[in-house]
């Protein structure tokens, strides 16, 4: 069964709408820019870390595998 088709928004409900959704959408590009900044920030503060963190991982593979 469908559904009856509804009418479309007001002009002043649209224009609230999109302004809502354009609002929406760059403090989310915002937070993504902020976030991913900082994320490469913090690599490259820490490398050595990071590194060495990784190289424990295939010794620890070898110790459970008895290889």
């Keep these: 069964m469908s559904s009856p088709a509804t009418a479309p928004p007001a002009p002043n ?8 959704s354009l ?3 760059t403090i ?3 937070e ?9 920030s913090d ?4 490398p050595s870390q990071v590194d ?3 190289s424990h991982q295939p010794k620890s593979f070898a ?5």
Excluded: C, N, P
């Design 13 to 20: 409900k649209l224009k609230r709408i999109v302004a809502a």
């Design 43 to 46: 690599r490259q503060q820490q």
């Design 23 to 25: 609002i929406g959408t």
């Design 63 to 67: 110790k459970v595998t008895g290889s």
């Design 52 to 54: 060495e963190q990784a």
């Design 28 to 30: 989310e590009w915002y």
């Design 32 to 40: 993504f820019f902020l976030y991913g900044s900082a994320a490469a």
